[in-house]
């Protein structure tokens, strides 16, 4: 996983297309799933839902203070979010929505669009939906 900072593309941007194992954006490919944050684009090391953890989420809990709604991408899973999550993105004022990877990448467009601090974490899937 890169750190904040490290971002393999710099700015924050809109994801051009999904899917076959990773996401488009800024004209590049990128294979595997994808953090979306002020800091810029990361790679990110889940590929199901269960793998989501507090520390996997290090780079969104350090930058929380520039995040008012965060989307997490659950890849095509239905599934918990885990609550310590929840309560630690409660506690820095972030509002967290996980559904799978396609809904959450549609609405990161829009509200990126609108000029919102959004951020996603995209687990990456083989078929867009």
Known sequence: MAEPGEGFYPYQA???????????????????????????????GPTKAAEITPESLAPVFACAADLDVLLIGLGTDIAGLDPAIRDRLRADRVIVEAIATGGAVRTYNILLGESRAVGAALIAVERAR
């Open 14 to 44: 809109p994801i051009e297309a999904y899917g076959n194992g990773g996401f488009r954006f800024a004209g590049m490919s990128h294979r595997g799933s994808l953090l979306c944050l002020p800091t810029g684009m990361h790679r990110w």
